[in-house]
């Protein structure tokens, strides 16, 4: 439960993908470039700049709560260095949509993990 | 306070298995931590039938067979090392006394209303692995319950806090007073200038405050995206608002 501010618009659905240290590596890479790309087309900005924050606060959700975290991971066996990124359906479009996004990463946003 | 009052919950072996603990476990138990009692100051016998607390010129008395018979119900292992780590947990867990609030007490901010959406202030102390709460007898003088509530916010200022970045979120923890770490939030002022020397300056501050937890702090968009997703119960507010917080 969170007492938001009093003026928050509506939040769209954020979805967990969980991604190991070198995917979000990727998906930092792949977002950076096309940001700082001239040819960037400003809606799409936005949504990575989105996708960039979120990155960071991955990794403060986990410093915060890392209890349901720790129970997916001791539930599934993955490492220690998968976390939940939480992206939106515009912001998991705009990755997408980057030639430059390697396969491995693509595979989690799009399949899921298995190990 | 946290925790179980027996410490943490028995397996489902263990529930299943339902064990008597037994009045001659529990005086053995209590003999046992008599002679070498968790903390200074703690005085712990068996007397005519009773367990008797002597702490702070308070005596207080519980009978044996009604805290074995709480044990038994808690599903305790009936067994001498299940007792004795089953008493450990209870007192930790008994209140605090003015005596100790008043001299190792430490400000954090916690849930002031059962619901646990209003923060307040409270005077809490670190106990066996457990954070107990001290709550002012309605005896207590209001200038005693001051110089407690004062003595205590002064200790929360002189902990080292951790400062860690994740990109746009400024996260503060206490390494040396685990559970505590709202306690930073006593000194907000300097917290921002702190992240700012650290290179995150913060035009419109919020903070997302989860007590027992480390404190995020953020301008509003992101701490926005960081508390709405939040896994346990949480606050996020204005970081001016903080001034506005009570005692809870």
Known sequence: MTSAPTDDPVQPVLVPHWLSAADRADVHRAVREAVDAPSVHPVLAIHLGDVLTELHVAAARELVWPAPILRVRRATGWPADVVPVRLSAAELAGVLSLPALSAPARAALTLGRSA | ?248
């Open chain 2, 1 to 248: 306070m946290t925790g179980t009052p027996f410490g943490a919950p028995a397996g489902l072996l263990q529930r299943l298995t339902r064990g008597q603990v037994r009045v001659g476990d529990l005086v053995a138990a209590v003999e046992g931590l008599g002679t070498a009692p968790p903390e200074p100051g703690l005085q712990l016998t068996v007397e005519q039938g009773d367990v008797l607390l002597v702490e702070d010129g308070r005596r207080t008395r519980v009978p044996l067979e009604e805290l074995a018979d709480r044990m038994s119900r808690a599903h305790v292992r009936a067994t001498p090392q299940g007792v004795t780590a089953a008493l450990r947990s209870w007192l930790a867990h008994r209140p605090v006394s003015e005596g100790d609030a008043a001299a190792r007490g430490i400000a954090v901010l916690d849930w002031a209303d059962p619901g646990q959406t209003v923060l307040g202030w409270r005077v809490v102390v670190a106990r066996g692995g457990t954070i107990a709460t001290w709550r002012a007898a309605p005896s207590t003088p209001a200038p005693v319950v001051h110089r407690i509530r004062s003595a205590a916010l002064g200790r929360a200022h002189a902990l080292p806090a951790d400062l860690r970045l994740a990109g746009p979120v400024a996260l503060w923890s206490l390494p040396g007073a685990p559970g505590m770490d709202t306690a930073v939030l006593v000194r907000p002022e300097e917290l921002l200038a702190e992240s700012a020397a650290a290179g995150l300056p913060m035009r419109d501050p919020q903070v997302v405050v989860t007590p027992h937890r480390p404190v995020a702090c953020a301008d509003a968009g992101v701490a926005r995206r960081l508390g709405v997703e939040a896994t346990e119960p949480s606050v996020t507010m204005p970081w001016r608002d903080l001034a506005d917080l009570g005692w809870g």
